[in-house]
C-alpha cells in the first residue's frame, strides 16, 4: 500500500499530475484552463492582431484552433469596417485580408531622399546630375526635411517594387485586385521655368507593362509660386496577373541653367489599399 506525500496531494488539488506518471499522460493535461470559444474569441478580439497570430494560437489547441478560425477574422473585418466592397469576391483567408488591410503602408523605400539615393535606380542624369537639397518652402507633410533636385537636362529615377517580396502574394493580387494608389509631390523654384515628368506602371511576371498612368508633362513658367504639389492616381481593376510596380518620376530646368534649377521630388507612395466599405 503506497502513501501519498503531501506534495503529491498538492498536485492532485491542482489538477497537475505526479513527475513519476508518463509522458503521455502529462500530454494529455492542458495547462490552460477551458474558456467558452465565444468568450475566448471576444478576448482575442480585444488583442493586438500579431499578438493573437504570434502568441495565443501557440499556447494550446483550442486556442489555436479560435486565433485560425473564419468567425474570428470575419467579425473583425466587420467590426473595423474592412470588408470588401465587392460582395463577390469574397475573401477566402480573412486572417490574410484582415492582415494585409492592416499593413497598408508605403512600399517605396527612401521616398524623402533621406538615405541619398539608395533604393533608387538612376535613369537619366542630365545636366549638372540629380542632388539632394532641403525644401525651398515647408512641405505640408512636417516629416519632409529633403528632396531629390533636377538640372538642366532630364533627369529620371525609378524604383521597382516586388509585391510578393512585400507580402501581397499571387492569388491575392489576381483575385482581390485590390486598388494601387500611387501619389508624388512636385515643385518649382521661383526663379527658373521647369518641367516635371511621372510613369507608373503594374508589371506581370516578366515585367511586361500591363497597365500604366503617364499623364503629360507638367510645364511651370518662370516666376511661379514654390509651393508643393500633389500628383495622384489609383490603379483598379487592372486584371490578374500583376506582380511589380515600376515607379519612374523627374524633370529638369527650362531655361538650361547650369546648377540645380529644375523641379523638386519627394515624399513618393506607392500603396496596396485593399478596397473596402
Known amino acids: 500500500m503506497s502513501v501519498e506525500t503531501p506534495t503529491q496531494k498538492k498536485r492532485k488539488v491542482m489538477g497537475a499530475v505526479p513527475s513519476s506518471d508518463s509522458n503521455e499522460s502529462l500530454s494529455k493535461e492542458s495547462p490552460v484552463p ?4 465565444e468568450i475566448l474569441e471576444e478576448i482575442f478580439h480585444n488583442l493586438p492582431y500579431d499578438q493573437v497570430i504570434r502568441r495565443c494560437r501557440l499556447v494550446c489547441k483550442q486556442w489555436r484552433e ?14 473595423e469596417r474592412l470588408l470588401p466592397r465587392d460582395v463577390t469576391r469574397t ?8 492582415v494585409l488591410c492592416r499593413k497598408r503602408r508605403n512600399l517605396l523605400k527612401n521616398p524623402r531622399a533621406e538615405h541619398n539615393f539608395r533604393y533608387w535606380q538612376i535613369v537619366s542624369n542630365g545636366g549638372d546630375h540629380w542632388t539632394i537639397e532641403d525644401p525651398k518652402v515647408p512641405h505640408p507633410n512636417e516629416k519632409v526635411q529633403k528632396n531629390f533636385v533636377t538640372s538642366f537636362e532630364m533627369c529620371l529615377k525609378s524604383q521597382d517594387i516586388d509585391l510578393k517580396r512585400e507580402g501581397y502574394n499571387a492569388s491575392f493580387m489576381d483575385w482581390y485586385q485590390p486598388p494601387i494608389r500611387i501619389s508624388d509631390w512636385y515643385a518649382a523654384r521661383h526663379d527658373c521655368a521647369c518641367e516635371y515628368k511621372i510613369k507608373v506602371e503594374l508589371l506581370n511576371e516578366k515585367k511586361k507593362c ?6 503629360e508633362m507638367i510645364r511651370f513658367e518662370q516666376w511661379s509660386n514654390q509651393q508643393w504639389h500633389q500628383m495622384s ?10 506582380r511589380y510596380v515600376r515607379f519612374v518620376h523627374g524633370g529638369k530646368d527650362g531655361q538650361y ?5 529644375g523641379v523638386r521630388v519627394t515624399d ?3 500603396e496596396v489599399c485593399p478596397e473596402v466599405e
Request: hydrophobic share 30%; net charge neutral; with cysteine.
Open 257 to 261: 541653367w547650369k546648377g540645380w534649377y
Open 91 to 98: 475573401p477566402d483567408d480573412w486572417r490574410e485580408y484582415y
Open 233 to 242: 492616381h489609383i490603379f483598379t481593376n487592372y486584371g490578374p496577373g500583376v
Open 66 to 79: 479560435v486565433s485560425d478560425s473564419e468567425s474570428l477574422w470575419r467579425e473583425r473585418c466587420r467590426r
Open 34 to 37: 477551458s474558456v467558452p470559444l
Open 210 to 215: 500591363l497597365q500604366k498612368f503617364e499623364p
Open 268 to 270: 513618393s507612395c506607392v
